[in-house]
C-alpha cells in the first residue's frame, strides 16, 4: 500500500441495543463483519488511519433538523442519539483539521426520515446527515453544503429536509423509484421554488454496474459539484447497489464504491443502507477506507466477484447516457427555468400524503412556502396523522430574510390552536436556532 499524507478518521457504532427484529437486514452484524474486516486487514495499525468514538447527539441537535411529533423523546432511542452523534464527531474531526476526511460507519441509518417525524419509514427514524450538517453550520458555520447520496434507494427524507435551501445542493443516484421503494426520486423533482437546482435526482435501471454509476459520476456530479463550488461534499454512503444485496437489483462492486469515492473525495462518508452483510459490507466498506486514505486499493475483492456476470446490457448503457445528458441540461438551464414554473405567485402549496411503513402511521400533509428571492423562503406545515396527532409548524429558514422571519413569528402568534383542532404547534427559527412548542 502507498502511503499519502491523507489523514482518514474512522466512527464505529453497531447499536448493539437497537434492531427492527432479531433477524431483521438492519441489525448489528452490519458493522460487526466490515469491523472484523477492517482488524483483519490492519488498517487501524497504519498512520494515516485514526478511529474516533462516537459522542451523542442532543435533543437540540435533532430539533434544528425536525418537527419530532410530540417530541424527540418519542421518536428516538439512545442509540439513534449515538448513531448522529457518531456522523457528528466525524465532521468535528474535519472541520477542527484533526483529519483530512472521516467515515461514520454507524447505525440506525436516517435517508429516510423528513422534516415531520410521527414515526419511522424505511428503517430511519431521524436523519442523521442532516442532525451533523446542521450541527457543523451552528458550529463552524460552514454554509454550502453538497450531500452526494448513493443509497440504492432515493433519500427522500433528506430531498424533503433541503428541497427549500439553496445552500444545499442534494443528488441522489439510485435504482429508478418505479422498480423499488420508496417510490421516488425522478429527474422532475428538482428542488421548490427558492431552490430550483439545488435537487438533483438520478433514477438508473435495474442491473446497472460500475460502468453506468461511474458514467453518471463523472459526466454530470462532478461537473455539478465543481460548478456549485461547496464548502464540504458529504457521501450519504449507502451499499445496498451491491450485485450481492438481498433486497435490491443493482450491480454495483466493491471496485466501483472505492472508484467512487476516490474520484468524489468526501469530506465526510456516512453509513446508510446496504444488507448484504458478509458478502458485500465488508469488502465495500475497506475499499472506501483506502480510497478515502489515498491507498492502493485495487486488490480489493469480494470473493464470488465476477466482471463476466455484473456487466451492464448495451441498452442500460445508451439508457444512462442519454438520462444523464438530459439531466445536466436541465439543471444548466435552472435559471430559466424558474421563472417559467414559478411566475409571480407569492406562495406554493404541496398536498402529500406520506407513509411511514416501519410503523404503519399514514400522514396528510400540506406545506406552504413562501416564494422569495432574499433566503429559502418562511415554510408552514399542516400534519394530521393516522394516530390522532394533529400538528402545525411554522419554519424560518437558516439566513432568513427580515419579510420571511416577521411573517413567520406573526402566524405563529395568531395560530389558535383550540379552533382548528391542533395539538401541537411548532416553532423552528433555523436561523437563530430557537425551537418552540405550545
Not at 291 to 317: C, H
Amino acid at each position: 500500500m502507498r502511503k499519502t499524507g491523507r489523514k482518514t478518521g474512522l466512527v464505529f457504532f453497531p447499536a448493539f441495543d437497537w434492531a427492527i427484529s432479531p433477524t431483521h437486514p438492519e441489525r448489528e452484524e452490519r458493522l460487526l463483519y466490515t469491523r472484523d474486516q477492517v482488524f483483519e486487514e490492519g488498517l487501524l495499525d497504519l498512520g494515516n488511519i485514526i478511529e474516533f468514538k462516537p459522542a451523542m447527539a442532543a435533543p437540540e441537535d435533532i430539533q434544528r433538523v425536525h418537527i419530532c411529533v410530540p417530541d424527540v423523546g418519542s421518536v428516538v432511542t439512545e442509540s439513534h442519539l449515538i448513531s448522529a452523534g457518531g456522523a457528528i464527531t466525524a465532521a468535528d474531526k474535519v472541520l477542527r483539521g484533526e483529519v483530512d476526511n472521516a467515515f461514520a460507519l454507524v447505525r440506525p441509518p436516517g435517508h429516510h426520515a423528513m422534516r415531520v417525524v410521527h414515526g419511522a419509514r424505511g428503517f430511519c427514524n431521524i436523519n442523521i446527515e442532516a442532525v451533523m450538517v446542521e450541527n457543523l453550520r451552528k458550529k463552524y458555520g460552514r454554509r454550502r453544503i453538497a450531500i452526494v447520496d448513493t443509497d440504492c434507494h432515493h433519500g427522500d427524507g433528506t430531498q424533503d429536509i433541503y428541497w427549500h435551501d439553496p445552500d444545499t445542493l442534494y443528488i441522489s443516484i439510485h435504482q429508478d423509484g418505479r422498480t423499488l421503494y420508496p417510490g421516488s426520486g425522478f429527474p422532475e423533482e428538482f428542488g421548490g421554488p427558492n431552490a430550483l437546482g439545488t435537487t438533483i435526482n438520478v433514477p438508473l435501471p435495474p442491473n446497472t454496474s460500475d460502468e453506468g454509476f461511474l458514467h453518471v459520476l463523472d459526466h454530470l456530479i462532478l461537473p455539478v459539484l465543481e460548478e456549485f463550488k461547496p464548502d464540504l461534499i458529504i457521501n450519504s454512503a449507502g451499499q445496498d447497489n451491491h450485485y450481492t444485496d438481498p433486497i435490491t437489483n443493482m450491480r454495483f462492486s466493491a471496485q466501483g464504491y472505492a472508484t467512487l469515492n476516490d474520484r468524489l473525495r468526501p469530506h465526510i462518508a456516512v453509513l446508510e443502507g446496504g444488507y448484504s452483510i458478509e458478502g458485500a459490507l465488508p469488502y465495500v466498506n475497506v475499499g472506501i477506507i483506502l480510497a478515502m486514505a489515498g491507498l492502493d486499493y485495487s486488490s480489493v475483492r469480494e470473493p464470488d466477484y465476477n466482471p463476466a456476470a455484473v456487466k451492464q446490457s448495451k441498452d442500460i448503457t445508451k439508457y444512462i447516457e442519454e438520462v444523464t445528458s438530459d439531466i445536466y441540461m436541465f439543471w444548466k438551464s435552472r435559471e430559466s427555468l424558474k421563472a417559467e414554473l414559478v411566475g409571480d405567485v407569492r406562495y406554493v402549496k404541496r398536498e402529500r400524503d406520506i407513509f411511514y411503513d416501519t410503523d404503519r402511521i399514514r400522514e396528510q400533509q400540506q406545506e406552504i412556502v413562501r416564494v422569495c428571492d432574499d433566503c429559502g423562503g418562511l415554510i408552514t406545515l399542516d400534519s394530521v396523522a393516522s394516530t390522532g396527532n394533529h400538528i402545525f409548524a411554522v419554519i424560518v429558514p437558516g439566513r432568513s430574510c427580515p419579510a420571511c422571519r416577521v411573517e413567520g413569528e406573526k402566524v405563529f402568534d395568531s395560530i389558535d390552536r383550540a379552533k382548528h383542532g391542533i395539538r401541537h404547534l411548532y416553532f423552528q427559527d433555523r436561523d437563530r436556532d430557537i425551537y418552540l412548542v405550545k
